[in-house]
């Protein structure tokens, strides 16, 4: 019996570690390790419904500590199809990667990042307004331009457009990511390397 029940064990660990590893691949974006666009939106919309909540009923005695803003940055690497197409997929590959490891260390342990899609990444930052969230993406930016490289052309930098939008009144989630991606464009398509904000477009 003691051996039946060992075998039950060890049988359960291994599924449970099977169902993590099918998580990890649902929610992960195996190129950068980051959360991929469905983690991202999964863990973002719990948030933002605590933070939405929490900002219309401060006065509730529910709610002895609240958090009342939420930012979305939204990252694009500037004229990233260009650099594909001169120096290959997998220097491409390398700088995604690079990117996205800035961009976590760069936020704090409550923030969350992730990949939405080719070049494009995204972050929450919880309890950040606007303009603490504009001074975040220009940090990251920043540091991009300084240690991102292409290793065959030392001499040529990599950039960023970078969008900022707040949560304000009752606008989903998914209208703020949108936002997000307005100021990116509107950072893209006036000059690049740059940082916009919502509120300014």
């Known amino acids: 019996m003691s051996d039946e029940l060992q075998k039950l064990k060890s049988e359960l660990r291994d599924r449970d570690r099977k169902i993590k590893e099918l998580e990890s691949l649902v929610f992960t974006d195996p190129l950068t390790g980051l959360y991929n666009r469905r983690g991202f939106l999964a863990l973002a919309k719990k948030l933002?419904?605590?933070?939405?909540?929490?900002?219309s009923n401060k006065n509730s005695p529910r709610t002895h500590f609240y958090v009342d803003s939420f930012t979305i940055l939204f990252f694009d690497i500037d004229n990233f199809k260009s650099i594909n197409d001169k120096y290959g997929h997998e220097i491409g590959d390398q700088i995604l990667k690079f990117s996205a490891q800035i961009i976590e260390s760069k936020v704090r342990a409550s923030d969350f990042v992730g990949r939405w899609g080719g070049e494009e990444m995204v972050a929450a930052l919880i309890g950040a307004s606007e303009k603490d969230g504009f001074l975040k993406a220009e940090e990251i930016r920043k540091a991009i331009k300084s240690r991102v490289h292409i290793p065959k052309d030392l001499s040529r930098k990599i950039t960023m457009s970078v969008g900022v939008a707040e949560l304000t009144g009752k606008s989903s989630?998914?209208?703020?990511?949108?936002?997000?991606?307005?100021?990116?464009?509107?950072?893209?398509?006036?000059?690049?390397?740059?940082?916009?904000?919502?509120?300014?477009?």
């Open 48 to 55: 933002y419904s605590d933070v939405s909540w929490m900002k």
């Open 173 to 201: 989630l998914e209208n703020l990511v949108k936002a997000a991606d307005e100021a990116m464009y509107k950072a893209k398509t006036t000059g690049k390397d740059k940082t916009v904000k919502y509120s300014q477009i």
